[in-house]
């Protein structure tokens, strides 16, 4: 079963909550921002990567972590990181 869970990641406190429990393919992503909790979406691509789904619904600061919220993803979920 795939589940949601809360990360630090590079010093930044993040809630992963899946969106499908079957299949690890997309999650909603809470953080923080400027006192304001912000959701942006990740999903996996073909290869199993997960991307930021809309970078400008992402706070900005948070895109160049892009792979180690993915590599978080996998983690949490006792799965193997791919490879790009």
Not at 39 to 59: E, K, L, V
């Amino acid at each position: 079963m795939i589940k949601s869970f809360q990360a630090n990641v590079a010093g930044t406190d993040f809630e992963f909550n899946t969106m499908n429990v079957n299949r690890l393919h997309l999650y909603q992503i809470y953080v923080m921002d400027q006192g304001q909790k912000k959701r942006f979406h990740m999903q996996a691509d073909a290869s199993g990567i997960f991307n930021i789904t809309d970078p400008m619904a992402c706070p900005e600061e948070i895109l160049p972590l892009e792979f180690a919220l993915n590599e978080a993803i996998y983690l949490n979920n006792d799965r193997p990181v791919p490879v790009i």
